[in-house]
T-cell receptor, first 115, second 116 residues
Framework: NAGVTQTPKFQVLKTGQSMTLQCAQDMNHEYMSWYRQDPGMGLRLIHYSVGAGITDQGEVPNGYNVSRSTTEDFPLRLLSAAPSQTSVYFC??????????????FGPGTRLLVL | AQSVTQLDSQVPVFEEAPVELRCNYSSSVSVYLFWYVQYPNQGLQLLLKYLSGSTLVKGINGFEAEFNKSQTSFHLRKPSVHISDTAEYFCAVSDQEDTGRRALTFGSGTRLQVQP
């Protein structure tokens, strides 16, 4: 298994540009999520999905859109990039076992700089 | 809402010395607890987790953590650190009752700096 993969690894955008951060997992996990990591703040949840066709907002959703057309993929879209979106973005996936326990596994991250 | 406090933003320690990284969480409801490690310019790797059972949890690379429900703590320990342990460590918690959102709440991280 490749686990959770993210592309690109690095990206530089100008203010107002749009782009999509890709995330894929090959573990058949039903749950996927996006976090952003900022210095001194840990990771904060942007959006999450509990299965194909189902998405919902996390803690900091403004400026981001998501969709989940397949179990494997969960892209994150920046519609009009702003300098405040300069961050490191992590995608994660997990499944809930028969005891309702789960562990989230993270991708390697995408480093985004918005000028 | 959950909150996680990592009391030390940086912990310098000499090689082969013991270390403890502290983590406290806010909620008294049933929780799952995790420690993740992030090496420079890399993603998050699961170090260890507490889901149920024994309160002393052993993880990779010689780390262990103890869940203390009365003190709402989940401190990470290693008896003898190596240079290669230099990294940022994140404590995270999820609410067992939150079967919908299932999000992790992270602490702000502790940077462990192992010096020769």
């Amino acid at each position: 298994n490749a686990g959770v993969t993210q592309t690109p690894k690095f990206q530089v955008l100008k203010t107002g540009q749009s782009m999509t951060l890709q995330c894929a997992q090959d573990m058949n996990h039903e749950y996927m999520s996006w976090y952003r990591q900022d210095p001194g703040m840990g990771l904060r949840l942007i959006h999450y999905s509990v299965g194909a066709g189902i998405t919902d907002q996390g803690e900091v959703p403004n400026g981001y859109n998501v969709s989940r057309s397949t179990t494997e993929d969960f892209p994150l879209r920046l519609l009009s990039a702003a300098p405040s979106q300069t961050s490191v973005y992590f995608c994660a996936s997990s499944y809930m076992d028969s005891l309702n326990q789960e562990t989230q596994y993270f991708g390697p991250g995408t480093r985004l700089l918005v000028l | 809402a959950q909150s996680v406090t990592q009391l030390d933003s940086q912990v310098p320690v000499f090689e082969e010395a013991p270390v403890e990284l502290r983590c406290n969480y806010s909620s008294s409801v049933s929780v799952y607890l995790f420690w993740y490690v992030q090496y420079p310019n890399q993603g998050l790797q699961l170090l260890l987790k507490y889901l149920s059972g024994s309160t002393l949890v052993k993880g990779i690379n010689g780390f262990e953590a103890e869940f203390n429900k009365s003190q709402t703590s989940f401190h990470l320990r290693k008896p003898s650190v190596h240079i290669s342990d230099t990294a940022e460590y994140f404590c995270a918690v999820s609410d067992q009752e939150d079967t919908g959102r299932r999000a992790l709440t992270f602490g702000s991280g502790t940077r462990l700096q192992v010096q020769p």
